[in-house]
């Protein structure tokens, strides 16, 4: 049993304290928009925000994360820096497959909070989650749309 | 007519549409922004009317369009709901679109046709009976209106799925007139006169897609978050030296797990665990150790492989010829000067970003899947087979897919799934691969090595070339009932035919002699985003750049002496030299160019890059033009996106990709061993679209083979030494 605050919400789930917070939060919370893409903290696509902060969950157990922290998962994404950045990620048309972009948005939107208005390189080194599709591209324009920079690069 | 369509003018154009659409503007998730939802059977989406088969009317208007192919991000989704909508004149703002079921397909005599989406084929291989449907459809709801007010169809007008009769000043909807028109006669399709794409009004505009905004909320459900009443959920683990026997396991310890619901075999060489949830699950297989049988493929390993296909380089045996003009032996013989290089490519990986993940449900009545495929067809015939029932008692729930790049064209983790759902009757199973089994049970880019000589006379003209691939063969094992006659591998060839619609090789030498002799594995090849287009484009492009500087040749004045009889080929290396300033201006300081050109699934395509290597040996891509003639653009953001992305695909595994086999295994587990471009490493991509119409060439995979050899070009005329084996990682480019 395992007290989990997310999105706002506290959940009494049943799931053992080893388990990964990623398999928690898709099959306990049934919050399947953050998604399983690697298991070893590589590609991204599992991250949420942990009192603002973007983490890969399938790195962190569910015994550590205490039930007062604030779990934000994309299905809970609803502050500024977020919407700002889904509505750039739809104009911009950056999601191909989309399997990824659920995570990207979340390191996007972390971004977007501790750095408003962020440069190429303040992109690069915090967008770090893969994109098999390859959509780099938007999601660099997108970035920059959403802070509402003139367009780089 | 060509014409140069940036991503800017897209922007302009949903202005337009979320003025029209409403909602857009308001927020991510208010009302009027749609999304394709697959998860309902075929007229689950309410009332309304089937005008053939294509097409859907709501008495509220709403206009939902049937799509055949599958959507795995490459959005032909949206591009051939366009094609329908454009010849049904509907309102593109009341369109949704839905998958029909295989098992609906198969019900209705292949009613939809074909639902295998690979080879670039998902607009070029339908867009003729797609918009066919939609003229159809609209040719039906017209005759309604006209029934209806006793007047010549011929006086009718249609705009946005408002019918006009001007004479009587009546106006009437589609939606009004579907249940009428619903009840006449399907017409002949082949009898329906199709729109001059110049006066396309749908088509050819670059639409934003219909399935983007549940992709960016977390709502959309991918196969691997499929969840059913009472469902388990298992983990597999099949033999990692591919064909050999599973022999056994010690299930006691395991099955006493939490959640562990059971052990059990899966076909012959695979086991699964399968448990309440996925982690139990994984927890349980990691603890089972099972043990499979030793063959001689334990032997097997990255360098007997690469003996094997040395020796195809030069053998007689098992060689097959691809492309022959003249006589290239004696043309090299009596050459007055001669150049040879031997490249070679890796084994590459897919890694779609969604592990394979299949779930299924069996009962001896029934047995349905929920899956994300590229040939739903295909998932149906594995499924019906894996569960010993008729085709007609299965059913596959197709899924939008997170990544398919050619590796779910194939059925293996659908087979597997239902033998093991097989095994507990009535209890929906869903099975996940680990990312680690997901890489080990791969279906592999094919390793190859290419053996190139040319032979030039004093003016430095090429007079005589062979080329001898030798390589592993996709069809043999993926489809040996398309081999050619003879056993030979056409695939083999792909960009280096003498002539077709395909892929023809783009120059002409007057002494020619292209050959592949295959060499297999127990490796499982498959077919990889481009397929054989991207090694073939590297060896040929690259040892041109290097026969050009062998004779003090500039490349692109080097390709285009030889082009003159391929002007599409030659156009689109024109206009990518173009936009880069081949000719009259000089990269930035320190940095170098390369160019390359190429034609694969039947499109015409170029890129340029400038790059740099520092005195370190580490290479940057500073810019990338990447150019197609795809004939006819159906949604032009759409085809930039594919362009753009075929670049991080091809560009990843030209930078940092190799699948490694040891002990008959594949050693490479997860992202941190076979890494992907990130963006960090991706470049600026300028894309120019010159389509020339007239035909139907495909965008998915073209552009994929041309970046590589043009940044390996790049690095050429930075360091002046030929990169010969990929991926650069392994490398020292200064060395």
Redesign the interface.
Known sequence: MAKLNINGKTLDLEV?GA??LL?AI???A???????????G??G?CSVHINGQVQRSCLMQVKDVKPTDQIV???GLADQSG?AV??A?????V????????GQ?MAAAALLKGKPKPTDSD???A??????????????QAIHLAAGNKQQ? | MNTTITSLSRRKFLATAAAAGGGLALGIDAGGIRSALSQIAIGGAGNGNELGVWVFIKPNEDVVIRIARSEMGQGSLTGLAQLVAEELDCDWSKVTAEYPTPGENLARNRAWGDMSTGGSRGIRGSHDYVRQGGAAARQMLLQAAAHEWNVPVEQLKVEKGVITHEASKRTTTYGKVATAAGKLPVPDLKTMKLRDPKDWKIAGKPLARLDTADKLTGKLVYAIDVKLPGMLTATIMDTPVFGNKLLGYDEAKVKAMPGVKGVYRVGDTAVAVVANTFWQAKLGLDALDPKWEETANNKVSSETIAVALKEGLTSKDGVFVGNKAGDADAALAGAAKKIEAVYENPYWHHVTMEPMNCTAKWTPEKCEVWVATQNGEASLAACAEAAGLPPSKCEVYKHHLGGGFGRRGFQDYTTKAVLLAKQIPGVPVKTIWTREEDMRQGRFRPIGQCKMEAGLDDKGNIVGFKMRIASQSILAFAAPQRLAQGGMDPIAFQGLNPSGPEGQFGYTIPNLLIEHAMRNTHVPPGFWRGVNNNQNAVFLECFMDEVAKAVGKDPLEFRRAMMANHPKHLSVLNAVAAKIGWENTKPPAGQFRGIAQHMGYGSYVAAAAEVSVSDRGRLKIHRLVMGTDCGHVVNPDQVIAQVEGSVAYGLGGTLHQKITIKDGRVVEENFDTYPSMMLEEFPKIETVLVPSGGFWGGVGEPTICVAAPAVLNGIFAATGKPVRSLPLRDLNLRA
Do not use: F, S
């Open positions: 053992d388990t990964p398999w898709r099959e306990h049934d919050l399947t928009g953050t998604k399983y893409g690697c298991g070893v590589q590609c696509a998962t994309i299905e919407r889904q509505k990620w739809l104009e911009l048309e999601a191909q497959c989309g399997y990824c972009q659920t948005i992109i690069d080194a967008m770090t989650n893969i994109c098999r599709c390859g959509t780099y591209q938007r999601i660099r690069g």
